[in-house]
């Protein structure tokens, strides 16, 4: 079992590791919502923050995924280290950051992420990449010379965890599992068999 006595710490100590081991994005994690039928779907999307107010992502707000969690608060993600062998399996409720949060991730991303958050309908149907790259083009244009701002159909999630399960591959498939619940606003740790 982990020493940590909540998952934050747990989970901060976890996420350097990957940070210093990993070839490519640590911070990516698959989300799962479920949309008004009860039909899952999973994405990988980049958590761009981690307190104990929660982790927290950012999207177009007229994506499938935020679809769903205006439908259904909560989620699931899972963050898969393969050079520790390890993961991480987040559960929660989700709520909508708020708007002075997303004008400031938003004015950290690169300009051309900027532009794209105007030029992307994203997940309707592209009629051709020439489309998408005349739009580029078009927010490319009017923001010339100025500063971007954060378009009205973006902004971000803050997931706050009510749930985590920290996996350590073994050998045999021991696996190592540690789980902590929220349980009357305190965290309980308890190990899982593999």
């Known amino acids: 079992m982990l020493s940590f006595q909540e998952p ?7 996420y350097a590791e990957a940070v210093r081991s990993e070839p490519s994005e640590p911070d990516a994690m698959a989300l799962a919502t479920v949309d008004a039928s009860g039909r899952p779907s999973v994405r990988m999307v980049l958590m761009k923050g981690m307190n104990e107010d929660g982790l927290t992502f950012y999207t177009n707000l007229g994506s499938r995924k ?8 909560f989620a699931s993600v899972v963050f898969h280290w393969r050079s520790l062998q390890r993961q991480v399996v987040v559960e929660g409720a989700v709520e909508p950051v708020m ?4 004008d400031e991730y938003f004015r950290s991303r690169p300009r051309g992420s900027q ?9 309707k ?3 051709s990449r020439l489309e998408l790259e005349q739009r580029v083009t078009e927010y490319e244009r009017k923001f010339e010379g100025a500063e971007v701002p954060r378009p009205p159909h973006w902004s971000g999630f803050r997931m ?10 073994m050998a045999s498939r021991l696996h190592v599992r540690t ?5 009357d606003g305190a965290w309980e740790a308890v190990t899982l068999f593999p």
């Open 115 to 123: 532009v794209g958050a105007w030029a992307s309908d994203q997940g």
């Open 179 to 183: 789980e902590y619940r929220r349980v």
């Open 125 to 127: 149907v592209l009629g």
């Open 160 to 169: 706050v965890p009510d749930r985590f399960e920290f996996w350590q591959g």
């Open 66 to 73: 935020a679809a769903a969690l205006d439908l259904n608060r």
């Open 8 to 14: 934050f710490s747990a989970f901060s100590h976890w």
């Open 99 to 102: 708007p002075f949060e997303a």
